[in-house]
């Protein structure tokens, strides 16, 4: 049977899978930089990039309680983004 609750993420896994989302978010937008400055001596721009696909080696869950803390905010098809990071925009 399926009727088990799972067990409650701890506060540090939950920070554990945060950072991981954000360093996910950093290296994506660097990456999306870094291809669209055009030549080396352009200024380059900033990336329009602010929702992404969370890390996969956390479940699901985790990114739903992050929601639910309001630290992440739901942005479709499977992505999130960060709300401190929306609210600045």
């Given at each position: 049977?399926?009727d088990t609750v799972p067990e409650p993420f701890t506060?540090?896994?939950?920070?554990?899978?945060?950072?991981?989302?954000?360093?996910?978010?950093?290296?994506?937008?660097?990456?999306?930089?870094?291809?669209?400055?055009?030549?080396?001596?352009?200024?380059?721009?900033?990336s329009g990039i602010v929702a992404i696909q969370p890390p996969n080696q956390y479940p699901r869950?985790?990114?739903?309680?992050?929601?639910?803390?309001?630290?992440?905010?739901?942005?479709?098809?499977?992505?999130?983004?960060?709300?401190?990071?929306?609210?600045?925009?």
């Amino acid at each position: 049977m399926s009727d088990t609750v799972p067990e409650p993420f701890t506060p540090q896994y939950l920070k554990q899978a945060l950072k991981a989302f954000k360093k996910r978010l950093k290296l994506t937008r660097l990456d999306e930089e870094s291809t669209i400055g055009g030549g080396p001596l352009s200024g380059g721009r900033d990336s329009g990039i602010v929702a992404i696909q969370p890390p996969n080696q956390y479940p699901r869950e985790v990114w739903e309680k992050l929601v639910e803390q309001g630290k992440l905010r739901r942005a479709g098809s499977g992505m999130y983004e960060l709300v401190q990071d929306s609210d600045l925009h």
